[in-house]
């Protein structure tokens, strides 16, 4: 368990690049989770797809948001660290697809995100985020 913590919510600054400077399939998952727990902005813009989709689940709606959107929640909590305890897993892999499930654990309510991340012409780009909340 401990590593899991440390492998997901302790995440390097410097990430791992491509030759070309573009993300790599885990560091693009890794950007993305270094926003939503930690706050750190570095590099999220470039690491979500132009159309990428989320869905955050809200009670019995699910609500649809897009880049700009979820940018803009960022931006809100830019440099503040969450408190909670983090778990991830993969659920499924491929040469050009990744599929992760992660888990932050607070005190009262346990958030689930569902991180599509696939490779495109400009690198790794996470493309769909399902967020659920129990």
Request: net charge negative; aromatic share 6%.
């Amino acid at each position: 368990m401990a590593l899991a913590l440390i492998a997901v919510c302790g995440f390097a600054s410097a990430s791992p690049k491509n030759n070309d400077g573009s993300a790599t399939k885990q560091s693009a998952v890794d950007t993305y989770l270094n926003a939503v727990v930690h706050g750190n902005m570095n590099g999220i813009g470039d690491v979500i797809d132009d159309n990428a989709h989320f869905y955050i689940e809200r009670g019995v709606r699910v609500q649809t948001t897009d880049k700009r959107h979820i940018l803009d929640n960022l931006k809100a909590t830019a440099n503040i660290d969450q408190n909670c305890n983090c778990s991830s897993s993969v659920l499924e892999e491929g040469d050009s697809f990744l599929v992760e499930k992660v888990e932050m654990k607070y005190n009262e309510v346990t958030r689930t995100d569902v991180i599509t991340a696939q490779l495109s012409d400009d690198g790794w780009k996470i493309t769909k985020v399902e967020t659920s909340y129990k």
